[in-house]
């Protein structure tokens, strides 16, 4: 009997701390950064970790973040979408930091023969036609706010919205155009190397929108040790190797 005692006493004492243990640290991250987090965290895990990506807009996640999505660390494709969280008291104090940059581009699918260059005038009208052009949603999509502050200040904005159409996602949009439905997009240049059917028509001039930086930083309400543990890791020289891999700035 007594060991029958002891053995329901140490279960009750271990279950809380397996439960723990089980629980997974998930990362909430803008669409463009996939791949590059997918690797990441297989890497973290392989040494003991046990975390999970969960990707999306920056807007549309902030939004899950806000309605108590359990997010332990969260990194945005802008500086607006995480100066929300801040303001709304999200982040634990000083965990907010950049982690890469990115730059923007111009792409089409890989077997149209399509050239631009934003340092002269582009005709666009003659080259979409009826043809139609996708990007993120602006008001909910990083790639799709700063694709509508380089067209505007390049002037070319009003004359474009007859062609614009408009995704969920910077991954949306790519495929969009990976798969022919739209003739041209605007997505990150990470996204574009991602994708073996596109090809990158033009950059955008860095000075046409705002700088394109990745901040990341802990979900205050979510913060463990082992949200920690992961946080530092992403922040790690082995994590920024594979940043570079796929094409994103330090």
Not at 41 to 46: P, Q, S
Request: aromatic share 10%.
């Amino acid at each position: 009997m007594k060991k029958v005692v002891f053995y329901a006493l140490m279960v009750c004492f271990l279950l809380p701390q397996i439960l723990f243990a089980a629980e997974k640290v998930r990362v909430f991250a803008a669409a463009s950064t996939t791949n590059m987090m997918d690797e990441v965290i297989a890497l973290y895990n392989k040494s003991g970790g046990n975390a999970v990506g969960s990707y999306g807009s920056s807007g549309a996640l902030v939004k899950q973040i806000n309605a108590g999505a359990p997010a332990g660390i969260f990194i945005s494709a802008n500086q607006s979408w995480m100066d929300k969280l801040e303001k709304d008291n999200m982040l634990e104090k000083g965990s907010r930091k950049n982690l890469v940059s990115n730059k923007l581009v111009l792409i089409t699918h890989k077997n149209n023969n399509i050239s631009a260059d934003f340092n002269k005038k582009i005709d666009f009208a003659s080259i979409l036609k009826s043809e139609k052009m996708v990007i993120g949603a602006p008001e909910s999509v990083p790639a799709g706010e700063y694709a509508k502050q380089a067209f505007t200040k390049l002037g070319y904005w009003a004359s474009l919205q007859k062609n614009i159409v408009t995704a969920a996602n910077v991954r949306d949009a790519l495929a969009f155009v990976s798969r022919g439905e739209a003739l041209l997009g605007v997505v990150f240049a990470t996204d574009a190397m991602a994708d073996k059917n596109v090809k990158v028509v033009a950059e955008f001039p860095a000075n046409t929108h705002d700088d394109i930086s990745y901040p990341i930083a802990i979900i205050k309400e979510n913060s463990n040790d082992e949200v920690k543990k992961l946080y530092n890791f992403l922040l790690s020289d082995k994590a920024k190797n594979i940043y570079k891999k796929y094409g994103f700035g330090s």
